[in-house]
């Protein structure tokens, strides 16, 4: 199952093996619902955007233009599904930062995170979370998914350089974050 | 000095330091303590970001989404049918008209009923009749005839063929 192609399950759901969709649902399901998790912060809503992310992907297969990857497709129809479903809760999501001091704002939830992380490791992936949606998206598409630049920018609609720059300041944070609780001397 | 080695050590994350730039690496790896932890505390987020853990979707998402999607594919399926099924009861309610009227035109001689029948109308169709009985007696209207009822038999066949496909896929899933 695992040597079948996107394009070719896509094409047989197309010829109406409907059916052959679950595949497709199987191959994303946990991905995309890591990544609806990170935005809306609560395990429901993600389930029902990702209901209606699989829902609109089927809806607009005959869209897809095969010559594209689906899985940059795909997301970008997760990542719309995930901030309408923000907008309609009237959840207000924190896109990015700008500087690596607005993290420091945390410092109630970020020395609560410290006082439960077993090591360095724990910490930086407790952290993670409570990243700026679009920061921490980036490293989830990056580092899970293994998107280029261009196909991550693709997703988020921002372009390369400024996915670029935010991949760098959340590297940067995370490794200021580190130094600040002195895990680097776990780490050396 | 900060922001210098912020885009340092990012470009040695991604490989995509210049000849100059590596150079001044490995003298900043020398001489200077900091920028050495800093690069093993970078090198150590990004090698831990690839274990960043993946959250499991529900169990029963995958059946919920495609009986969704079934649900969605039945009403589509059924306004269509219901649709072919309005046409189709008025094509054949209309072709049965047409041949009840040639069948009862190249009766008449024969008939006592259907003249009796035809005298109370005579005045109205005095005309008429002779004429349309001379154009349905014809070989072309039989041909187009034949060819209509043809066509119908073979549209219901490929309605009732087709829903009996989409009540196999429905099986599927």
Partial sequence: MKNISDIEIIESVLKGNESDYTLIIERYKDRAFSLLSNMLKNKLDAEEALQDSFIKAFRSLNTFRKDSKFSTWFYKIVYNTGLTIATNKKRKLQMEMNSIDEIYNLKDEDNEIYATSENAKDYLIKIVDKLPTRNALILILFYIDSFSLKEISEVLDVTVPNVKVLLHRSRNLLREMLIKHNYQEEIL | ?173
């Fill in chain 2, 1 to 173: 000095m900060n922001n210098n080695y912020n885009e340092l050590l990012n470009k040695f994350i991604d490989n995509e330091l210049s000849s100059e730039e590596k150079i001044s690496v490995n003298d900043l790896l020398k001489k200077d303590e900091e920028f050495k932890s800093k690069l093993k505390t970078h090198k150590f987020v990004h090698n831990s970001l690839f274990d960043l853990p993946v959250v499991q979707a529900p169990l029963e998402i995958t059946s919920k989404i495609m009986g969704q999607i079934v649900s969605n594919i039945s009403k589509k399926y059924e306004k269509h049918y219901f649709f072919r099924v309005v046409l189709a009861i008025f094509g054949i309610a209309f072709l049965t008209s047409i041949m009840m009227f040639v069948f009862y035109s190249f009766n008449i001689p024969n008939s006592s009923d259907t003249l009796g029948l035809l005298d109370s109308v005579k005045p109205y169709t005095k005309n008429i009749i002779p004429q349309l009985s001379k154009i349905f007696k014809s070989d072309l209207v039989k041909s187009i005839g034949g060819l209509i009822s043809f066509i119908i038999l073979l549209a219901f066949y490929f309605s009732i063929n087709e829903h009996k496909n989409f009540k196999e896929r429905l099986k599927q899933f």
